[in-house]
């Protein structure tokens, strides 16, 4: 067993991707750090330099861009995290499309979009005709991509969990062992504490205007993701619209599904999941989530009150109504 006077913690973060990544982990005492903060900054760096919508010069917008039938080179990672978003959009039957960047800009949740409550909604662009499955060929030996249609491409639902699971490379290229990394929700555990217990994952609940702790979740081994209707959002004409779109309608998702959290081996695959099965809903969503032997928890709008479903290895655990929901502001 591992004891405290054979290991000393290390607490490491930073900015990235509008918000922040932390490292903690387990280590020899003494250890010099300043390297390994240097290698998971320019990590998180390339992944924002690569995959985000909010940088002009960034490769995925370079790809929006570029003209049909052409095969563009991209960088490894990205062409990793577009054939893994290519799958889990098979594996769900479209529920998760990367193909709704149009859609985000559209709904006023992209760069400089103007917000939709300054427009009426019968004005709102249409979807794409063609989902990234039906549109995009991804080269992953060659490092390339080719558009057969027109894309606006948006991997904000699957970027952030690549960018946990960069953090967690770095932390093995280094030769550590036990440690816990994350950005913002999005977290990735390998091995313990040096008590040998599990590291502690705090589960948000699905309140609007809140931050509280709805329970924990223990991690070994594993990654976890959240996806959620309630930490961005807009408000029209008095109706709630959550930031995630559905593919199917076009529009924001409108169901009862409050969040949903994903345990899975990547973080870039829990993120991808977390909002494919929030996009299936209430019923299908459990369903696949059984088949495919997933765990996931699943939180439920049902009035005033919050209903949950577990299921662990694929396996129905618990249905329980509980909590009240909250919408008091941030104190």
């Not at 990367?98 to 006023?108: H, N, R, Y």
């Not at 662009?125 to 080269?139: C, G, K, Y």
């Amino acid at each position: 067993m591992k004891t405290s006077t054979e290991t000393q913690r290390y607490s490491l973060n930073g900015e990235t991707m509008g918000t922040r990544y932390t490292a903690l982990f387990y280590a020899e005492a003494g250890l010099d750090t300043d390297a390994i903060n240097r290698a998971l900054a320019q990590a998180v760096a390339r992944v924002d330099q690569q995959m985000s919508t909010w940088r002009a010069d960034s490769d995925l917008n370079r790809l929006n861009a570029a003209p049909e039938q052409v095969w563009l080179p991209v960088p490894e990672e990205l062409a990793t995290v577009l054939a893994a978003a290519l799958r889990v959009g098979q594996q769900s039957g479209g529920a998760f499309d990367i193909a709704v960047g149009d859609l985000v800009e559209a709904w006023g949740f992209g760069p400089g979009a103007s917000s939709v409550t300054e427009q009426p909604l019968d004005t709102l662009a249409p979807r794409s005709a063609l989902s990234a499955n039906a549109a995009l060929t991804v080269d992953t030996q060659r490092h390339q991509v080719r558009k057969r249609a027109p894309l606006q491409l948006n991997l904000n639902a699957i970027a952030k969990g690549f960018g946990v699971d960069e953090l967690a490379r770095c932390l093995d290229d280094f030769g550590l062992t036990d440690y816990l990394v994350g950005i913002d929700g999005e977290m990735r555990a390998r091995g313990s504490k040096p008590d040998a217990q599990p590291w502690v994952v705090a589960i948000e609940k699905p309140c609007r205007g809140v931050r509280e702790v709805m329970g924990v979740m223990e991690l070994c081994d594993a990654a976890i993701a959240t996806s959620g209707d309630y930490r961005h959002w807009i408000d029209v004409k008095g109706r709630h619209y959550a930031h995630t779109m559905n593919p199917a309608t076009g529009a924001p998702l409108c169901n009862s599904v409050a969040a949903v959290t994903v345990v899975a081996a990547s973080c870039m695959l829990a993120d991808a999941w977390a909002t494919a099965l929030m996009v299936l809903g209430e019923s299908e969503g459990p369903r696949v989530a059984q088949a495919r032997g997933m765990d996931a928890l699943f939180v439920l709008r049902e009035g005033d009150q919050l209903r949950e479903i577990s299921i662990v290895g694929g396996i129905l655990q618990a249905q329980i109504d509980s909590r009240p929901t909250q919408t008091r502001p941030h104190t």
